[in-house]
């Protein structure tokens, strides 16, 4: 697949509310069909919003199982996370079995290699994957940030094809996008917008769960240069965006969609569900949202 323009839904992984907190595959599906009725370009499964810290192997295989099978030809992206390289690498050799259309996959958390380590570490999963690998900066959550020459030199590799950029850089952003060789996904929810403008290639957003049409919405009037049609939908989402993060993702996302009728709100340990007072302010930014757009 060469063309990662769009917006990418990051989907949850829904648990029901038993003992286990098992997969609910059921409402997995309902959340995959919604997705591709908003005209969605893709989803990333087993991303960070996905949970994967708290599914094991088999959850993980099964989990995109469901997704590819629901999604009817909806491109598909796997999380690959993890520091420990052997187990990444077994865990690649399973995806490249799946019609996937890429994985993607940040620097090991913790270890915080250095930066001519972190070339030779995609460099190393780009060789053996199948399918496109996308390179996800994310510091806050791996402890390394990926520096703009490590990510132009892996630019050069033939299956390496873009980057979630949640590098924290206006102008790291800005040189890849002038660079042009990365599809620049935004992966920060309230900077899809800006990312757009900038020329970047669309967003993986977790708040697209929840109202994937305006995403989506957003996104074709920016590709038609129709700023008067996209400053009020990203507007109207910011507030939005502030109410589903303003506890650790994904559970008031969850949250959000359990008052839509669509999956329980639960997620596993180390994560707790979210609060009383963050699912009441995500329940007033949802009817705040949705008066502001049908004015």
């Not at 992984?13 to 591709?36: E, Q, Y």
């Not at 929810?189 to 929840?210: E, K, P, R, S």
Request: glycine residues 10%; neutral net charge; hydrophobic residues 50%.
């Amino acid at each position: 697949m060469s063309d990662w323009s769009g917006i990418w839904v990051a989907i949850v992984t829904p648990f029901l509310n038993d003992g286990p907190r098992s997969v609910d595959h059921a409402g997995l599906k309902r959340l995959v069909r919604r997705c591709k009725s908003a005209g969605v370009k893709g989803l990333v499964a087993l991303g960070s919003t996905g949970e994967p810290w708290a599914l094991d192997d088999a959850e993980q295989v099964a989990v995109l199982d469901t997704i590819l099978a629901s999604g009817d030809g909806l491109p598909v992206i796997a999380g690959l996370g993890g520091n420990h390289v052997g187990q990444m690498h077994a865990r690649l050799a399973a995806f490249n079995g799946l019609p996937l259309a890429g994985v993607i996959s940040s620097p090991p958390p913790y270890a915080r290699p250095s930066q001519p380590a972190l070339v030779q570490h995609f460099e190393r999963l780009a060789d053996l994957s199948r399918a496109p690998l996308l390179l996800y900066d994310i510091p806050y959550r791996t402890g390394v940030a990926m520096e703009l020459p490590t990510i132009l030199a892996l630019a050069a590799h033939r299956n390496i094809a873009g980057i979630k950029d949640c590098g924290g850089s206006a102008a790291k952003t800005q040189a890849l996008i002038q660079d042009g060789r990365l599809a620049v996904l935004a992966g920060e929810d309230a900077q899809a917008f800006g990312n757009l403008c900038l020329g970047g290639a669309g967003a993986i957003t977790a708040a697209a769960n929840v109202r994937p049409e305006a995403f989506v919405a957003m996104f074709h009037a920016l590709q038609r240069a129709d700023l008067p049609k996209a400053r009020p939908i990203q507007h109207a989402l910011l507030p939005l965006i502030d109410a589903l993060f303003s506890e650790p993702n994904p559970a008031l996302v969850k949250a959000a969609l359990q008052a839509q009728g669509l999956i329980a709100d639960a997620v596993r340990a180390p994560l707790i569900d979210a609060s009383d007072a963050g699912r009441a302010r995500v329940l007033q930014a949802l009817e705040a949202f949705d008066a502001q757009v049908s004015r």
